[in-house]
């Protein structure tokens, strides 16, 4: 069974800084990707895809969050981290972890509310994500 457990979400200012990790199990990250997904409910409902990582380093930023976060791999390769920098007010929202056999970056930028999590194209897993809050 496939399990991806995030930590790490919590209260944050604007201006600072957040660490998200994911522990992925039952899933292999050779030949595969693993990334993060946000959902925020105001404005607008926006669902997307922040960040991705192929298991051979090649990385995926959304414009909003380029230059601010950075995601990584831990020596394991079993931890996604997703370390957030000069956190915005907008950054507020349910962050979820997710891991696929497809690059999600390329079906799947953008994503739309579920019963219990988004739904989006090229994505296998998801965790139960975990609320990010900035306030300014």
């Known amino acids: 069974e496939v399990q991806l457990v995030e930590s790490g979400g919590g209260s944050a200012q604007a201006g600072g800084s957040l660490r998200l990790s994911c522990t992925v199990s039952g899933f292999s990250f050779d030949g595969s990707y693993l990334g993060w997904y946000r959902h925020r409910q105001t404005p607008g409902n926006e669902c997307e895809l922040v960040?991705?990582?192929?298991?051979?380093?090649?990385?995926y930023y959304a414009d909003s969050v380029k230059n601010r976060f950075t995601i990584s791999i831990g020596n394991a390769k079993n931890t996604v981290y997703l370390q957030m920098g000069s956190l915005k007010p907008e950054d507020t929202a349910v962050y979820y972890c997710?891991?696929?056999?497809?690059?999600?970056?390329?079906?799947?930028?953008?994503?739309?509310?579920?019963?219990?999590?988004?739904?989006?194209?090229?994505?296998?897993?998801w965790g139960k994500g975990t609320l990010v809050t900035i306030s300014s």
């Open positions: 960040s991705n990582i192929a298991s051979d380093g090649r990385t």
């Open positions: 997710v891991a696929s056999k497809e690059n999600m970056a390329v079906r799947g930028r953008t994503c739309w509310p579920g019963i219990d999590r988004p739904v989006t194209f090229g994505v296998d897993y």
